[in-house]
């Protein structure tokens, strides 16, 4: 009995006294082996976590996809007519340079896209993008024309005024839908929108303050 419970504190003292003077040389001798042999599967393990947090940091940048920045970059006016008699109008033929910038680490197609004309709030315009291709962190321009035809309107009240002002307001709507593809692993549809407003100067036929959101 007083063997055993001699015995059972050295244990709990031998634990904690790693750093203790007491023990002296014969301490780090002994319980150098089983340090080693512990801290092994620490530097395995924290070697993992940086792998695993080196490939989500991967993931997160170059897997994201994100929508294609669209941008109106210059409108150009064609064919431009106007008149008060019989009743106020407008027609003009509207070029539009779009830029689709990709961000991408993979190539975005598009299938489908729309850009429409609006005087207030009703579409006067509207035309449909021809499908393309636009590589990884690459921009791609490209001309859209609208035919803008202002007899669309019903009596609209305030365009007589406007056309005798001699400018008239307009905003423009595009919307690009694709698919982004990275490194064959990532395939995601994606949206891009551009909202745009602009002034078209019947007088010089030109456009003016064209501002986009
Ligand atoms: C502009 O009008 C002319 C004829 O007046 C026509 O030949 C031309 O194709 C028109 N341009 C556009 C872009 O509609
Ligand atoms: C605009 O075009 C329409 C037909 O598309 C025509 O009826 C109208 O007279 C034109 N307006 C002007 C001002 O040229
Ligand atoms: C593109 O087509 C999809 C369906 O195929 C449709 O849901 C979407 O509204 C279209 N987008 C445009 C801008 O036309
Ligand atoms: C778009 O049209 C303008 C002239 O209206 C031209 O200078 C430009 O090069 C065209 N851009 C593309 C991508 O075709
Ligand atoms: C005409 O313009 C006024 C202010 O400029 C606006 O409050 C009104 O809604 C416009 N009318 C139409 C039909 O858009
Ligand atoms: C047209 O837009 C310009 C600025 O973009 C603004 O100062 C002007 O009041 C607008 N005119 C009408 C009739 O809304
Ligand atoms: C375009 O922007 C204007 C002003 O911010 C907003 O009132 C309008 O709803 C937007 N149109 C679309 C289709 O997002
Ligand atoms: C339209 O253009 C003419 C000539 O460049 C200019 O004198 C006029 O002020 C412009 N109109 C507007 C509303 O800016």
Redesign the pocket.
Known sequence: MPEDNQFQPLAPARLHGKSDEEFGVFKPRASKPPRRSSKCPVYVLAGLVTLAAIALVFALAVLRVEAPDVELKSVAVKNLTHGTSPSPSFNVTLTAEVSVQNKNFGAFNFENGTATVLY?GMVVGDEEFSKAHVESRKTKRMNVTLDVRSDRLWNDK?LS??IS?G???LTTYAQVTGKVRVMKVVRRRTTARMNC???LNLTSSSI??L?CR
């Open positions: 207030e305030n005024s406007d002002s400018s008239v307001n407003s602009m002034t003016q303050d501002v």
